[in-house]
């Protein structure tokens, strides 16, 4: 079966602070993908990484940034934690020329 | 603008009866149409796809089905059982890349 870990289930942090969000694929896909979800708003793409050092914008990606050294990892880095930053980060990952994506379990972040 | 709807409203079935899902679009062109099921506080999980081709797609107790001229997929669980209680995205997709666009769910809450 296919595992997507994410870090943390849960993370509190203060404004201002740098935050580091893992996500660790254990299928060797080769895209994975960070989204965040807030009620009444749904799933929205941060970012994606189709590659080993490659990324792409996704629809919010403003005040994230994203490395991905390996290709199993891929991680979300808040560089200066806001309070509208507070939400559920979910990790995905997907093989190449395959559409199903795999996510993990989710890491509820709160920012006070 | 893009948009993909799916019923804001929580959707209440007695169990046995058959739970229909609608997720409608515009101004996508979508290549293919996935649907995940999530439980509180847990990522997605994928459940079935269909591509622009197809009508129809069936897994065990689940049928989709995907009409591209009035650009809607109809999402059904026969028999639902109070298990079945969850939220229920659909997601659209493009040849052009691997990113999703998530409609916001829609909750189902089956009772005995």
């Known amino acids: 079966d296919v595992k997507v870990t994410q870090s943390s289930r849960y993370l509190v942090k203060r404004t201002g602070e740098k935050v580091f969000l893992e996500c660790v694929q254990d299928?060797?896909?080769?895209?994975m993908f960070w989204y965040r979800q807030d009620p009444g708003l749904g799933l929205r793409l941060i970012y994606f990484s189709y590659d080993v050092k490659m990324k792409e914008k996704g629809d919010i990606p403003e005040g994230y940034s994203v490395s991905r050294e390996k290709k199993e990892r891929f991680s979300l880095i808040l560089e200066s934690a806001s309070t509208n930053q507070t939400s559920m980060y979910l990790c995905?990952?997907?093989?190449?020329?395959?559409?199903?994506?795999?996510f993990g379990p989710g890491t509820r972040l709160l920012v006070l | 603008s893009q948009k993909i709807e799916q019923n804001s409203e929580a959707l209440n079935i007695q169990e046995g009866k058959t739970a229909t899902l609608t997720c409608n679009y515009t101004?996508?062109?979508?290549?293919?149409l996935q649907w995940y099921r999530q439980d509180p506080g847990r990522g997605p999980v994928f459940l079935l796809l269909i591509r622009e081709n197809e009508k129809e797609k069936r897994k065990e107790r689940l049928k989709v089905t995907f009409d591209t001229t009035l650009k809607q997929s109809l999402f059904h669980i026969t028999a639902s059982q109070p298990a079945d209680s969850a939220t229920y995205l659909c997601?659209?997709?493009?040849?052009?890349?691997?990113?999703?666009?998530f409609g916001k769910g829609t909750s189902l809450l089956v009772t005995p």
């Open positions: 299928m060797d896909h080769e895209n």
């Open positions: 997601a659209l997709g493009t040849n052009s890349g691997y990113a999703l666009n």
């Open positions: 101004n996508y062109s979508p290549a293919y």
């Open positions: 995905a990952s997907s093989f190449n020329r395959e559409e199903t994506q795999y």
